[in-house]
């Protein structure tokens, strides 16, 4: 059933090495998650809320312009490599949330932030086959592939083009 790779993407991981546990362990948990036709993968659904209990650990997060050390920080990297992931492999999105500022792992606005109980990201699979999401990190890069049977000839390209700027203050 998962015989291509409709859609992949990889980013680099910085930041404290919090961070990197907090993307490993998400991405930990939706590895292999499978979507029947027509069914939806939301992110938070499937990583859950961000607790210690859970073994999220604290790491710089954006919350209203500013950084604080918040138990799950850096998690929204799992969200943006799937984001991407799931355009390149021409899949539905359903809801998606751009950050308040320019994330340096994923092209401009290539991402989906993500807050638990407030922004979700999720997509459908619309084609007629079985899905999986499958994510690692290996050293400081997540990698994520959505395996699936290609069922047409259509190719996805993704592009961004910056028409305009506002002046940090």
Known sequence: LYQDTLGTCSTNISGT???VKN???AAQIFN???LLPGEEFSYNGVVGSRQASRGFLPAPAYVSGQTVQEIGGGVCQGSSTIYL???RANLEIVERYPHGYITRY???GMDAT???GVKDFRFRNDTPFPIKVV???SGRTLTVNILGTKHNNITVEMTNQTVGSTGYN
């Open 32 to 34: 292999g998650t499978v």
């Open 135 to 137: 994510g690692s990190v």
């Open 106 to 108: 994923v092209p401009d």
């Open 85 to 87: 992931a799931a355009l």
């Open 17 to 19: 090495e919090n961070r």
């Open 23 to 25: 993307i490993a362990l």
């Open 114 to 116: 993500v807050y638990y």
